[in-house]
């Protein structure tokens, strides 16, 4: 397999494999330039991953308040456990939502390569 002969921005050669009657890999072919584009518009509008990572970060500060709230007797233990285990039911489902957006990331990633290799199989649609 030949290497790809684009340059990148930092003056070193693509270390890439140019795929299949190209001088280029599939990143830097401009015959793949607008599925590239398409493929990087959905990045900031699928929610990312970011989300529940912030989600995350505010339910630990939330139970971390309420336990020293406990301990500093401003809040009651009983209020506290229900409200502790209502956030463990809020961050189960929080995780949940991370694994499916996790794994339907990856059934569409799995689908556009096996389109890829289809394509390299059978380069005339024969």
């Not at 209020?79 to 809020?90: D, P």
């Not at 991370?98 to 024969?126: M, Y």
């Amino acid at each position: 397999m030949s290497r790809c002969t684009a340059i990148k921005p930092s003056g070193e050669r693509c270390k890439g494999g140019a795929i299949g009657g190209s001088e280029w890999c599939w990143n830097h072919d401009p015959a793949h330039a607008d599925e590239r584009r398409r493929h990087g518009a959905r990045g900031g509008k699928r929610g990312g991953r970011g989300r529940p990572q912030a989600e995350l970060g505010d339910i630990k500060r939330r139970l971390s308040d309420l336990a020293d709230d406990v301990l500093a007797e401003n809040v009651d233990k009983g209020v506290a456990a229900v409200a502790s285990q209502v956030l463990n039911v809020y961050l189960r489902a929080v995780s949940v939502e991370l694994k499916a957006k996790e794994q339907l990331e990856l059934i569409e990633r799995l689908e556009e390569l096996e389109r890829h290799l289809e394509t390299k199989r059978d380069p005339w649609g024969a």
